[in-house]
């Protein structure tokens, strides 16, 4: 379908609350909207206003009562004319009501095809777009408060503001390429150095708040590894509080990676229990040691599981994680080794020493897994998407680059193609530069009527 076949298209989406005594909602949008809110309601509606109106059928048969709302364009969500029709929540009627609306001129919606028509009329950004599906399917409160807080566009400032300061730097740089025949060299201007460093400052605290904004949005993804018997089955059904996995003194019990979806205080954790890391020719051990494996390079927490005789060995297990994913040692057994529970900074790596048997230590634990899920984090906190953390990381990248050309090769021309990138992976987060296919990919998934 073109474009302007796109914006010559009526279309209307059906939603309604389960049971026959809930409401049932028909939404219809495009330039035929006037038409057939005068032919339901037999007259010319009132802008703004909750209409009482019998919706009858072509041969001016009654298909149900309800209310009839019209928003003219541009004062409307998809920034088109847009009516809204409220009747009873049957499916049979509100059936009946769709086919009378195709008959005036309107086609089923697409999944996501009215937050497109936002997006494509200016209404709302890429990133506030994706907020909407966020919304809806937000599992906690959190999630649900940082997704509105993406849809009224903190997330999207942000990104505008660090947007402007890079477009500043770019047009410094690219004035100081323009006059190559000056005697000084423009380029090392210490003003283009700290507007660089502030920068990359401004983008590494975004890049932290999106990385806390998929938390909220997606859950934290914790990932429990540790040899076998070390208690990885009992603190992933300590955390549960139910009996999820299975725990035995046998060796290699879990064989396959174990999954748990916990709230805590309204924050989501996705739990995960792998197989123990060790050496085995079982084959299907051998497969669950490397699906455990896996889970801890997906994951934003790894639990390594451990005890005091065997902890230093241990950390090998974390020595080859992703800078950006969070380390804890939990040394279990406390109560075998009468050491008191409490808790450690080494490095980059937090410890807690706890024991899953008796449950000493385990609410400092959860508290840290509250924060780090995204608790305390403010008023301002925002959704996020995995897309939005790959960009800013694109756009560190280019900045990285962009400071070595400028410090080691005074190379203009190389930091301002490095900038230019950097604009680009930036725009690809609101919308600003974007594909086809992108675009696709991202409002297929939302639900109809969206």
Not at 101 to 127: C, Q, S, V
Not at 139 to 146: L, M, P, V, Y
Not at 191 to 216: F, K, N, P, S, Y
Not at 293 to 310: C, I, K, P, Y
């Amino acid at each position: 379908m073109t474009a302007d076949a796109f914006y010559e298209d009526t279309i209307a989406a059906m939603a309604s609350a389960p049971g026959a005594a809930g409401v049932g909602i028909v939404r219809v949008s495009g330039p035929r909207v006037p038409f057939i809110a005068e032919a339901l309601l037999s007259r010319a509606p009132t802008p703004r206003h909750a209409h009482f109106a019998a919706f009858r059928n072509a041969d001016g048969q009654l298909i149900d009562r309800g209310l009839l709302l019209y928003f003219p364009s541009p004062a409307s969500y998809t920034g088109e004319h847009v009516l809204e029709l409220q009747g009873h929540g049957s499916t049979v009627l509100l059936a009946a009501l769709l086919r009378r609306i195709g008959e005036l001129g309107a086609r089923l919606a697409r999944p996501g095809e009215f937050t497109e028509r936002a997006f494509l009329n200016g209404k709302l950004d890429l990133a506030q777009a994706e907020a909407v599906a966020d919304l809806i399917a937000a599992r906690s409160q959190a999630g649900a408060h940082a997704a509105l807080q993406s849809m009224e566009g903190v997330f999207s400032n942000k990104v505008e503001a660090l947007l402007h300061a890079l477009i500043a730097l770019r047009v410094h740089i690219e004035a100081a390429i323009d006059f190559p025949e000056e005697e000084i060299d423009f380029l090392t201007d210490p003003a283009i150095a700290r507007q660089l460093e502030a920068l990359r400052t401004q983008l590494d605290e975004l890049l932290r708040e999106t990385r806390r904004g998929v938390r909220l949005n997606d859950g934290l993804r914790i990932a429990i590894v540790g040899r076998p018997n070390a208690g990885k089955s009992s603190l992933l059904n300590a955390l549960a509080g139910n009996e999820r996995a299975i725990v035995t003194d046998i060796a290699g019990t879990t064989r396959d990676v174990v999954r748990e979806s916990i709230h805590l205080d309204g924050y989501t954790l996705e739990l995960a229990d792998t197989a123990g890391l060790r050496d085995t020719h079982d084959p299907v051990e051998r497969e669950g040691v490397r699906r455990a494996h896996s889970e801890r390079e997906r994951a934003d927490v790894v639990l390594l599981v451990t005890d005091a005789q065997h902890a230093e060995a241990d950390l090998a297990w974390l020595a080859d994680l992703p800078p950006a994913v969070e380390r804890i040692v939990i040394v279990n057994k406390i109560d075998l080794d009468s050491e008191q529970a409490h808790t450690e900074q080494r490095v980059d790596t937090k410890w807690l020493w706890l024991s899953t048997k008796t449950g000493d230590g385990l609410e400092t634990l959860r508290e840290y897994l509250k924060q780090l899920a995204g608790a305390g984090s403010g008023e301002g906190a925002f959704s996020a998407r995995r897309r939005h953390v790959l960009a800013l990381e694109q756009v560190a990248a280019h900045l990285a680059r962009t400071t070595i050309v400028l410090t080691e090769n005074r190379a203009g021309e190389l930091a301002a193609e490095e900038l230019r990138h950097a604009q680009h992976a930036l725009g690809e987060i609101t919308g600003t530069y974007t594909s086809d296919d992108l675009l696709g990919a991202i409002f297929s998934s939302f639900c109809i009527g969206k």
